[in-house]
Nanobody, 126 residues
Framework: EVRLVESGGGLVQAGGSLRLSCAAS????????IAWFRQAPGKEREGISR????????VYAHSVEGRFTISSDNAGNTVYLQMNSLKPEDTAVYYC???????WGPGLSIYQYDYWGQGTQVTVSS
């Protein structure tokens, strides 16, 4: 059974940092791409970053590029999202998602990912 479990969310002041974790199980970790999405109230779910685990290649949305860093611990089957210089507009529920891939890595569309975690709340106060 594929499982993705997010943790690390919380309340932080603007300008602060948080590190989210996505613990994965039930699949061969290095055959997958793992992405982070977020969804603010009343808004669509937005893809913000993706890593292909086998080669470590990453993709970022413009809204987070330069502030957020995605990384993976292959031995621990965990993907991280380091979030720095947080802004109130980063407030959302953050989800990790996974998909098997071969060849080109997937983008940041929700339709490209088959497995999802339950989400973790990030709130940035001004």
């Amino acid at each position: 059974e594929v499982r993705l479990v997010e943790s690390g969310g919380g309340l932080v002041q603007a300008g602060g940092s948080l590190r989210l974790s996505c613990a994965a199980s039930g699949f061969t970790f290095d055959e997958y791409a793992i992405a982070w999405f977020r969804q603010a109230p009343g808004k669509e779910r937005e893809g913000i970053s993706r890593i292909t685990v086998d080669d470590g290649k990453t993709v970022y949305a413009h809204s987070v590029e330069g502030r957020f860093t995605i990384s993976s611990d292959n031995a621990g089957n965990t993907v991280y999202l380091q979030m720095n210089s947080l802004k109130p507009e980063d407030t959302a529920v953050y989800y990790c998602a996974a998909t098997y891939y071969a060849g080109w890595g997937p983008g940041l569309s929700i339709y490209q990912y088959d497995y999802w975690g339950q989400g973790t709340q990030v709130t940035v106060s001004s």
